[in-house]
């Protein structure tokens, strides 16, 4: 009897034995389905973790100004897509040189907004006002920078205004502004005729009167020259108008 109970014991550990042989290992054993589905899972997921790092190793970082909008825009939604779900320095550091040239992209598209603006008073707004607490808070200050911006430019820097006839009192309007100009920071105005010099017209593309330039002398002496408004034009506006052209339309080698 005992002889049987060893024998039906060593048959019950051989038959579990190869039962569990045959679930984890055997072809078709349910466990060795699970194995390869998981094998297959993770190499689907290496295939897409490796697309990922190619694509993101195939944005033109350096030259992303050959690519279309739209192109840039799916490009950068998908990168930064990706950077959130594997934030490695690298993938990070993708997304931010991305977001820095799309950010000087708009701040040069803000500027030429303003330039052309300036340029032509066909696409401007009227100005809305600002109320008396928002100009008190920045008075000092702008009259600060102003001061020391028209200190700074006293020798090399000055304005020349075109009219005609036609309109004597727009130039007159225009001329008492821009003497009060002279005599608040110094600066210099000369005043041209076009119904005596009629060839400024074209060369300098007027199209109404007055007309307002700066001339800027450069440390290379050029004469550089700058619209700073066309038609009649306030203190505030030639000022205004001046500072940020200087700063941003003409270039730093330039100046």
Sequence with gaps: ??????????????????????????????????????????????????????????????????????????????????????????????????????TDQ??????????????????????????????SAQFHQKEKETDEFFTKH??????????????????KRQEIVFNSLKEKYGTTVEYVNTDEQPDMVQKFKLATTPESFFIYKNSKGEAIWMRVKSGLATQEEIVKNTMFLFDNAIMEKDK
Excluded: C, H
């Design 154 to 171: 006293k020798d090399d820097l000055g304005f020349v205004v075109f009219f005609n006839m036609q309109n004597e009192m727009a130039y």
């Design 1 to 102: 009897m005992k002889f049987y109970n060893i024998l039906l014991a060593s048959l019950i550990a051989s038959s579990s034995y190869a039962a569990n042989d045959f679930f984890e290992t055997g072809k078709e054993g349910w466990f060795y389905y699970k194995e390869e589905q998981k094998k297959k899972k993770e190499e689907k997921k290496d295939e897409k973790k490796k697309s990922d790092q190619e694509f993101m190793k195939s944005i033109p970082l350096n030259n992303l100004d050959t690519m279309q909008a739209k192109e840039f825009s799916e490009a950068f939604t998908r990168a930064k897509e990706i950077a959130v779900m594997n934030p490695s320095k690298e993938n990070v550091q993708i997304v931010q040189m991305m977001n820095k040239w799309q």
């Design 106 to 135: 708009s701040e040069k598209y803000a500027k030429v907004w303003t330039i052309n603006m300036l340029e032509n008073p066909n696409l401007e707004y009227p100005d809305i006002a600002k109320d008396k607490y928002g100009r």
